[in-house]
């Protein structure tokens, strides 16, 4: 059993479901996990920018006793000071758990190999792990079950699509991408979630097939951090799945749409759908903080 969370598939599906359990729990309020953190610090290393992954670990620290570190780039230059190795072994020295977001998804897994403590991916360029489990936790709520959603991801082949890539390799579900051939998805991760054989997987180019009767629509940006300079060759690669209220008329009615934000409103999604009916973007950043305060009890009791 790894000690670790770099990847959705680092947890079996009993895990995913338990860590759900453990999520609902928090955000009725049991205090039951309200020290697990009691006198440790948490590491949350961060290249790239965050509103979300950030504030919500911050205070799901907090909310469980601990103290949080926030630490870029600049402090500690991982990797280039010193080696991945070093810095691992003295992390571990210091703290309970870090967690990273950072661009090479090779650099978390290296500093998980030699940490003696639970690291968390906070997102990398290949995938987004606790956002796609929030994701899948706000599904629940207001669809009330996990398996077998029919869930169109719309857009760029990114580190969210991959992640959901792996959550379909644990829980069965019905995974529609709709995107360019140019935007795919990671190779390996989607021959990985086809060959474990748990769901239905489709690649289309057709935004319309990709969504219809759909329970889920789900988008992200068009052009992740650190590819701001492809947005333009992107757009033009994307338009035709940009979530608007016509795509949507063509899901289930009672269907939810998901964007993990930040958004290009306008882009990628319209306003009406943003603020519309079927959205529920504002419960799905909120889920954030439970579903990794939930995380980090898992970890926490692995150890
Ligand atoms: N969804 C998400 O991870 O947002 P941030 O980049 O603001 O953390
Ligand atoms: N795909 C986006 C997700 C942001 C939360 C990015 O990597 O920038």
Redesign the pocket.
Known sequence: MTKDFLQITDFTADEIKGTFDIAEKLKKGDSSYSNILKGKTVACIFHKPSLRTRISFETGIYELGGYSLYITDKEIELGVRESIYDAAKVLSRFVGIITIRTFEHALVEQLAEHAEIPVINA?TDLT?PC?VMGDIFTAKEHLGKVDNLKIAYLGDG???CNSWLNLASRIPMDLRIGTSPDTLPDEVTFNRARDAGISTITVTQDASLAVADADVIYT??WA??GQKHLADHKIQLLREFQVNDELVSKASPNCIVMH???ANRGQEITDSVMDGKHSVVFDEAENRLHIQKAIMVQLMGRR
């Open positions: 997102l987004h956002q990114n580190n969210v992200d940006v992740s951090m993990c934000l930040p």
